[in-house]
């Protein structure tokens, strides 16, 4: 299999292909015995005129299913409370050494209030190697194989960068929106206001106030982006897409990672996040795609909350409210960005020209003996001036409403 190596994220180029005869070169003899999902005509005859020819093995689709995935999912909360118990117990014992309290009920407080950023952030970390040692767990041999490790097309990089503007408008919108229906929710039953202790976008507001942006963006961008990618899309999205289809396992799997963020409102804001992130999963066939449009997310979220807080920008605020023409302009830059992704969609092609499929619905690079191809379509000039169009109308209206 041609293929790159899993240490850089984008491809020099991508490998396209106009006649089958050029992907068959170099194809050995030995390559024709390799596991494929081909039959070649003697086979078929050798398998009807031998009665002690052996029957095809049986399909195994890899998991989870939709009730481990659900065990994945707490699995989540059961990571970062571990995680945060581990950091919470390093810093008291560090604190206790260096400090004198009078009562334990004061170096907790302490810890509150002085190292709430320590606590997060080293809770995230240990989140993040349990994600990675539960993957090697999960997915047997190969896992790096098996959840897409490869280099992607530069094209798509810049793609993704593109999308975070409009994205980010389109969601934060959503956001505001629920969290108005959320306001009159919790007046009407004032017992689901302890969810509001779990609003992630007015912690990162205190957070921005007093932390540097490097520490932010390590602790909010990067962590996240590796550690859910890995169990969400990684692990539960492979399984439910190989088991239920891809429609039903890209949607689950948003839900699954909506609900991660347990405030209601920031739940339901990331869903579309979520398939957005999935999708480009599915189009570049590598792991590092949606690993970089989750980083870039949340990352845009930070540097703009701290903007925000210094009086930078306080048009981006969530209070204020985006201009419809904003949001048309961002809603067709999105659906133009992702058709294009998808016109340009990486595929593995067989010998003979065929996309290379395990039977059933998959990211996974194909095993080295399987001589295949990572190919794209070339970009299409017309929808690429189209998306350019889209993308001067969004800056031009984007850029006119922060004025």
Not at 51 to 78: C, D, H, N, Y
Request: charged share 15%; glycine share 8%.
């Amino acid at each position: 299999m041609e293929d790159s190596a899993p240490n850089d994220f984008f491809e020099d180029e991508v490998t396209e292909v106009e006649d089958d005869s050029l992907i068959a070169e170099s194809v050995s003899s030995d390559a024709r015995h390799a596991d494929l999902p081909l039959e070649t005509s003697e086979a078929k005859q050798s398998d009807q005129t031998d009665p002690e020819a052996q029957p095809e093995r049986k399909l195994k689709i890899p998991g989870p299913g939709l009730g481990e995935s659900t065990v994945w999912f707490l699995g989540v909360f059961a990571a970062q409370i571990f995680g945060g118990i581990v950091m919470f117990t390093i810093l008291a014992v560090i604190l206790s050494a260096t400090n004198e309290f009078g009562t334990g009920k004061e170096l907790l407080s302490l810890i509150e209030e002085s190292y709430q950023l320590e606590l997060i952030g080293g809770s995230w970390l240990i989140f993040v190697v349990l994600a990675v040692l539960g993957a090697f767990v999960r997915l047997g041999s190969n896992p790096l194989r098996k959840i897409g490790i490869r280099k992607f097309p530069k094209l798509h990089a810049l793609f993704i960068v593109v999308l975070i503007l409009p994205l980010s408008s389109l969601a934060g919108t959503l956001h505001q929106q629920v969290m108005e229906i959320w306001k009159r929710v919790v007046e009407a039953v004032p017992g689901l206001q302890f969810l509001d202790n779990f609003n992630s976008m007015q912690m990162l507001e205190e957070f921005t106030r007093e932390s540097s942006l490097l520490s932010l963006i390590l602790i909010i961008a990067v962590a996240p982006a590796i550690a859910e990618e890995v169990v969400f899309r990684g692990i539960i999205g492979r399984g439910l897409s190989a088991r239920w289809g891809v429609v039903f396992g890209v949607v689950m799997t948003s839900l699954f990672f909506g609900l991660a963020h347990v405030h209601p409102a920031h739940a339901i804001a990331v869903v579309p996040l979520g398939m957005c992130m999935h999708y480009v999963y599915i189009v570049t066939k590598s792991f590092w795609a949606p690993v970089m449009l989750h980083f870039l997310n949340n990352s845009w979220a930070v540097v703009a909350t701290k903007m925000i807080n210094q009086g930078a920008a306080p048009e981006l605020a969530d209070n204020v409210t985006v201009p419809p023409e904003v949001l048309i302009a961002s809603a067709v830059l999105v659906i133009l960005i992702l058709i294009l992704m998808w016109q340009t969609r990486v595929r593995y092609l067989l010998p003979d020209g065929t996309t290379w499929t395990p039977g059933f619905f998959t990211i996974e690079r194909p095993p080295q003996k399987v001589p295949v191809v990572a190919h794209r379509e070339p970009v299409s000039p017309g929808l690429l001036a189209l998306t350019l169009c889209g993308l001067v109308g969004f800056g031009v209206v984007f850029f006119q409403s922060a004025l």
